[in-house]
């Protein structure tokens, strides 16, 4: 394929720095915008990382998924070794070619990947937020998450944890189609229809993320801003970037072919039961180590992995994944002294329910939430609403806005 792309970013009118990054590689063409969180230096780290690691891991030959995963493991790591950068996290939104005729796009976190075709825009990535999820679930409606106080708590980003699900999607363009990737600092201040009408009207690509950016601005700009818009100019032109494609097949061919030149001498059957035998062994020792590995593997997984329970009508922190898995039994980490009926309904049946796991870092800023939120249930007798959240919440910590 042959592609025009275009890109710009800007800290925005009320932060200080800038901890958006974003990636265009022209010659693996292979295109990302990342939004780091965890605060000042937390969040720039996180996405420049990111977005380094992505590039590596790519140039390699990992498919965009695998590379994310590789991506995630490099923030997560880079966090683990530095305290000043504990609990930093990005959003990683990337797309890559697939084959003639079709892009592939990995995703996790709320930046998002859009396709114009034909003037009409469509959101191609499912946002991994809070109020995202509420809205799926048709306690919010779209309106109301936007000005919603936890429009910044997302629920699933890189660095937060050792593994990360990585939403993908296959997506067939032809010549003309125009991708629009960005941060949130562009949906939160921008409508889509009239980041649609911007990304239909500028026909050249750099003019158009420039546009988009210069507009997330005039309406007030108060987060970072990345686009990078990607057009697709010939979709059958072959493309000379790595393929994003699966690993292929090299199973070992079946070396125990019968030996028709050599003459029967009575052996035959023998050789053939021990050719059985090994093959079996072949085909069982894999298995073998696969359910060992398997096994470690979710050892290890229950015992770094944290959830909000609750312990005799207190809200508690467990170490552990809810129900325990072969054997691991979650065990209480940390109690915090909240009452389960001081909670909302909504943030009463998300505990009841254990809809907050993940790291440390996540369900302790979560439990942060819930206890400001009875804090401010007790002083202004104001409730605050929270709901199911899939695998618990990273919170966006952003440093605190200037005064007017």
Known sequence: MRFATGRATDQGRIRTNNEDAF????????????????????????????????????????????????ANSAVFTRGESDPDLAGMGTTLTAVAVAGPGELIVGHVGDSRAYLLRGGTLERLTDDHSLVEELVREGRLTPEQAESHPQRSIVTRALGVDADVEVDVYRVPVGDG???????????????????????????????????????????????????VVVDVLDADAPDTATPDTATPDTATPDTATPDTTTPDTGRGEGRSWGRAVRNAV????????????????????????????TDRNEVVIYKGVPGGVLGWDPTVERRTGIALTDLSPLDQDRVATN?????????????????????????????????????????REDPPLPPP
Request: glycine share 10%; net charge negative.
């Open 23 to 70: 990636l265009v590689d022209d010659e693996r063409s292979l295109f990302a915008v990342a939004d780091g969180m965890g605060g000042h230096r937390g969040g720039e780290v996180a996405s420049h990382t990111a977005v380094e690691a992505l590039r590596a891991a790519f140039a390699s030959g990992r498919p965009v998924d695998t590379a994310i995963a590789a």
């Open 282 to 309: 072949l085909v069982l020792l894999p298995l073998v180590l696969i359910v060992a590995v398997a096994a470690g593997a979710l050892g290890w997984y229950a015992r770094r992995s944290y959830y909000v329970g």
């Open 355 to 395: 809809g907050s796991r993940g790291a440390l870092t996540t369900v302790e800023a979560y439990v942060a939430t819930l206890r400001e939120s009875t804090t401010t249930t007790t002083t202004t007798t104001t409730t605050t609403t929270t709901g199911p959240a899939g695998d618990g919440p990273a919170v």
């Open 177 to 227: 189609d125009r991708l629009v990737l960005c941060s949130d600092g562009l949906t939160v201040m921008v409508r889509e229809r009239d980041v649609e009408r911007i990304a239909r009207t500028e026909t050249d690509p750099q003019r158009a993320a420039e546009s988009l950016v210069a507009a997330a601005n005039d309406a007030g700009g108060e987060d970072n801003i990345t686009v």
